[in-house]
């Protein structure tokens, strides 16, 4: 099966407190892609990251980051010292290789409110 | 600047009425996508195509149907609108020049079904 599990529907925090998004997934195929995307309280869908399987560096973009781990199935998001414009709706994805076609498995994502 | 648009952005209908929403990208994508947000369930792939005259069903299909006759657009229509089907509608285009392709959204649109 293929699938990934946003396990935190709502996450709060204060201004300034780092924060991490769980995200696991689960496919049979070897490579594939995974992805965040950051949806804010306008709606639309903004692209954060993708990284493929074959790399397991972790990630560093400003105060966010990602740390992929094939051995937990896990593609974790951390934002650092987060900030009252962070308040938004987190979706990771997989895109399957072999069995997906360019299909995109969502989560059912994560709410992060963060308060000043 | 290459975008994906859709249209209308807000729209209220009446069950059983027939409902088109426009998808347009400028960015030559060869990849479209439908797909459909709920609370509590994510982001569902309604239908896709890969191409001009190619379209598919995707896991949530059942009362919409898709046509691709260009590259830059992929109306979906909505055959007899119920009211579970009130929802917020994204689009999303990828290049198809490998499977890797990052998607990129519409702005989604908001139909409500009364």
């Known amino acids: 099966a293929q699938k990934v599990t946003q396990a935190q529907t709502e996450i709060s925090v204060v201004e300034k407190e780092d924060v991490t998004l769980d995200c696991v997934y689960e496919?049979?195929?070897?490579?594939?892609?995974l992805f965040w995307y950051k949806q804010p309280p306008s709606g639309e869908l903004v692209f954060l990251i993708r990284r493929n399987s074959f790399d397991e560096q972790n990630e560093i973009s400003g105060r966010y980051s990602w740390n992929f781990q094939k051995s937990t199935s896990s593609f974790n998001f951390t934002i650092t010292a987060s900030q009252v414009v962070d308040s938004a709706v987190y979706f990771c994805a997989l895109t399957p290789f072999n069995t997906g076609g360019f299909k995109t498995i969502f989560g059912a994502g994560t709410r992060l409110f963060v308060k000043a | 600047d290459a975008e994906i648009t859709q249209s209308p952005r807000h729209k209220i209908t009446e069950t059983g009425r027939q409902v088109t929403l426009a998808c347009h990208q400028t960015?030559?994508?060869?990849?479209m996508f439908w797909y459909r947000q709920d609370l509590g369930h994510g982001l569902r792939l309604i239908h896709y195509s890969y191409g001009v005259h190619d379209t598919n069903k995707g896991e949530v299909s059942d009362g919409y149907s898709v046509s691709r006759s260009n590259t830059e657009d992929l109306p979906l229509t909505l055959e007899s609108a119920a009211s579970s089907q009130t929802s917020v509608y994204f689009c999303?285009?990828?290049?198809?020049?490998?499977?890797?392709?990052?998607?990129?959204f519409g702005p989604g649109t908001r139909l409500t079904v009364l």
């Open positions: 999303a285009s990828s290049s198809g020049q490998g499977r890797t392709d990052t998607q990129y």
């Open positions: 496919t049979r195929d070897t490579t594939y892609y």
């Open positions: 960015w030559n994508h060869n990849n």
